[in-house]
Nanobody, 122 residues
Framework: QVQLVESGGGLVQAGGSLRLSCTAS????????MAWFRQAPGKEREFVAA???????????DYAVSVKGRFVISRDNAQNTVNLQMSSLNPEDTAIYYC????????????WGQGTQVTVSS
């Protein structure tokens, strides 16, 4: 059974940083895409960042415009984890952050974590 478990959320002041981690179990995702999404209160879930498999063990990072330059996604295949380093946080980043993974580089995200709350105070 595949499981994605997020950690690292919490309360931070505006301008601060947080690092989210997602640990996968049940299978490896070396040949697949891993990503972060978020959902703010009263809003739909939105894409934040992805680590998309390119060729071999080369991955390309992709970001939403709203986080580009502030967030960095990274993955550690040996640990089967994907991380999201978030900097220069602002209250608009407050949301539940979800880790997601696909079955392959061209498939949709079908595996989802339970989410971790990030709250940014002004």
């Amino acid at each position: 059974q595949v499981q994605l478990v997020e950690s690292g959320g919490g309360l931070v002041q505006a301008g601060g940083s947080l690092r989210l981690s997602c640990t996968a179990s049940g299978r490896t995702f070396t040949s697949a895409n891993m990503a972060w999404f978020r959902q703010a209160p009263g809003k739909e879930r939105e894409f934040v960042a992805a680590s998309r498999r390119s060729t071999g063990v080369t991955y390309l990072a992709d970001y939403a415009v709203s986080v580009k330059g502030r967030f960095v996604i990274s993955r550690d295949n040996a640990q089967n984890t994907v991380n999201l380093q978030m900097s220069s946080l602002n209250p608009e980043d407050t949301a539940i952050y979800y880790c997601a993974a696909s079955r392959s580089a061209i498939a949709a995200y079908v595996y989802w974590g339970q989410g971790t709350q990030v709250t940014v105070s002004s």
